[in-house]
């Protein structure tokens, strides 16, 4: 079930940033992520944390909740 939290979760953090216009950050995370899978292991940074950066808890629950009832 962790697994499918953590999904939801990322979906909800996704329409959040479309919802306020920062799809920049989507393509940014995007285009690290390609960089950062070139390095060894031990040098790899997750930078899908940026993705969930401009938001709390509440407000990704909150999507969750409206995305379930609408």
Excluded: C
């Excluded at 953090?13 to 995007?30: H, M, N, Q, T």
């Amino acid at each position: 079930m962790a697994k499918l939290g953590d999904f939801i979760a990322f979906k909800a953090a996704i329409e959040l940033l479309k919802d306020r216009g920062k799809e920049s950050v989507i393509k940014s995370v995007y285009e690290g992520a390609l960089t950062e899978i070139q390095k060894p292991v031990e040098e790899m940074k997750n930078l899908v944390r940026e993705i969930y950066k401009p938001f709390t808890t509440e407000e990704i629950s909150a999507k969750f909740i409206d995305a379930e009832i609408g």
